[in-house]
């Protein structure tokens, strides 16, 4: 399954959520995975309330139970900076106390059919996936929001590329790449896109090793970042540092012609948006020759096997005779009698043999039709 750069949403399983890290998005992501993936009813202190996709309806203590705060002043002050960031939209019902909360890019794809009433419509904690938009994290960025653990990591996640012959690393695993030109990365510019420092940048890799481990390019050129949770119907293992630098001396030779100005970083960024779909189809070329050449090892007779003539593979229902004093000088024999060696057989039953046999020719030859 791919996952290309110019698709709008990305996959992010409930269950990969990194809910012990601290930021806005965080709660983002609790209220998300919380809310109807379809639309119908939901009762709430015995009264029955009309639920929307991508909604939620309940009470100030559920609300504090899901952003895991304690006092409803955090809550409320966490609902108006998501709200005003643009994520959700809420209303709070004085007279009721009812709370109701929308998310404001729900993917509507992604939800199930509207179901009968008393029917679930919330996921079970830890189960299924969101569909995340893929330039979710970007007003964050265009507002120059300090970012947090949890936003630094959902803005890596929705910025993951598989598969896309714009960047032949995603070709080993599912890759990080902002833009593009942003396929290879460095620590500096993550810290200027998430305003930190380049140790607390580093620092943030080393724990979160088990999501996104880094491979370092040789030079200044910078690193590849791989996801290694992210889903996908292939099984992707972790790519070795040879593979990596294999598919960068690929992208090096084709580029070996052209000039273009700019860091070391920049130039290799050019080059893998440039060369990428080049070197793709010479792998997946190279793939197919030695696929082919895998099967003929199999077979060590398989060049034999697809030019003979005479059938190698049971049951033979048709039988051809030869002179045996003029096989040798046959234009034929290398076809008819190399390379094969049925051995002899126990006896042979006329009724099992399809083709019209000369007899009269072969006189010395004594067939049992008993």
């Known amino acids: 399954m791919k996952c290309l750069k110019k698709f709008a949403w990305v996959k992010l399983s409930r269950y990969e959520i990194p809910l012990h890290a601290k930021g806005i998005m965080i709660y983002f992501l609790r209220l998300a995975s919380r809310a109807a993936f379809r639309k119908g009813t939901a009762r709430y202190c015995g009264h029955i309330n009309a639920v929307d996709v991508g909604s939620w309806v309940g009470g100030m203590v559920g609300l504090k139970s899901i952003l895991e705060v ?44 509207a179901c009968k009433e008393g029917e679930n419509i919330y996921t079970t904690p830890d189960y299924g ?12 960025v265009e507002m120059g929001h300090k970012f947090g653990e949890a936003d630094a990591w959902l803005d890596l996640w929705c910025h993951t590329v598989y598969r896309d012959k714009g960047n032949a690393f995603s070709f080993l695993a599912p890759t990080i790449q902002y833009g593009k030109f942003g396929s290879v990365l460095t620590l500096e510019t993550l810290g200027k896109r998430w305003k930190w420092e380049k140790t607390k940048v580093w620092r943030f890799f080393q724990f979160y090793c088990a999501y996104f481990p880094l491979h370092r390019l040789p030079g200044s050129f910078g690193c590849v970042i791989y996801n290694r949770c992210y889903p996908t119907q292939d099984e992707c293992d972790d790519p070795s540092d040879e593979e990596v630098i294999r598919i960068l001396e690929l992208i090096r030779i084709k580029a070996r012609n052209t000039h273009t100005e700019g860091t070391d970083n920049e130039r290799i960024n050019r080059f893998v948006a440039w060369k990428s779909r080049k070197v793709v189809n010479d792998l997946e ?63 042979l039953n006329f009724f099992d043999i399809g083709a019209v046999c000369p007899f009269d020719r072969f006189a010395f030859f004594n067939l049992d039709t008993s």
């Open 70 to 113: 304690k006092k409803r002043r955090d809550a409320l002050e966490i609902m108006d900076e998501l709200q005003m960031l643009g994520y959700i939209t809420y209303t709070l019902d004085s007279s009721t106390k009812i709370l109701t909360y929308k998310i404001s890019d729900w993917v509507l794809k992604c939800s199930g059919k």
């Open 129 to 140: 996936f969101l569909c995340m938009p893929r330039n979710i994290t970007e007003r964050l």
């Open 285 to 347: 070329d190279e793939y197919t020759r030695e696929e082919i050449q895998e099967k003929n090892k199999e077979s060590s007779d398989f060049r034999d096997w697809q030019n003979s003539r005479v059938a190698e593979i049971p049951p033979i229902i048709r039988a051809y005779f030869s002179h045996g004093r003029n096989c040798m000088y046959s234009r034929n024999c290398i076809y008819d009698c190399s390379s094969i060696d049925i051995g002899e057989p126990e006896s």
